[in-house]
């Protein structure tokens, strides 16, 4: 017992001397990666700013991007958008190239409005 309280002070001295070092650090946790969109993918996100779930397609067009992207399955909207091809990209509100909602140009990310979901899209 005398050995342990003895290791204890010299423990507690040498701490007083060097300064206190704390044990676990308060800062927030990193937020996650923002835009993960590989080069040459097209891709569109559930969240702002490239956050929430991601649906990413390498090919130049999509005639109806609910056949491989879950959250557009489930009727979430779009909330952003990363085009990193080499072409703009048009996308529209509804299925084979109808109704035409907006672009984004090429290896440009951005906010969309966010009251409608990409159900196609298409170089420009």
């Excluded at 206190?20 to 308060?26: H, I, K």
């Excluded at 609910?66 to 990363?82: E, H, M």
């Excluded at 091809?85 to 966010?114: D, P």
Aim: glycine share 8%; charged share 15%; with cysteine.
């Amino acid at each position: 017992m005398r050995a342990t309280r003895s290791l204890f002070v010299a423990s507690m001295a040498l701490a007083a001397t060097l300064g206190t070092v704390p044990l676990a650090s308060a800062s927030p946790a990193p937020a996650p990666a923002a835009y993960n969109c590989p080069a040459a993918y097209f891709c569109i996100y559930s969240g702002w700013n490239g956050t929430g779930e991601r649906c990413i397609w390498q090919s130049a067009q999509r005639a109806n991007t609910a056949d491989d992207c879950g959250f557009i399955q489930r009727g979430v909207n779009v909330l952003s958008v990363a085009n990193k091809t080499t072409h703009r990209k048009q996308y529209y509100k509804a299925t084979n190239y109808n109704q035409r909602v907006g672009s984004t140009a090429a290896n440009a990310e951005g906010n969309l409005m966010g009251n409608y979901q990409i159900r196609s899209f298409r170089p420009q």
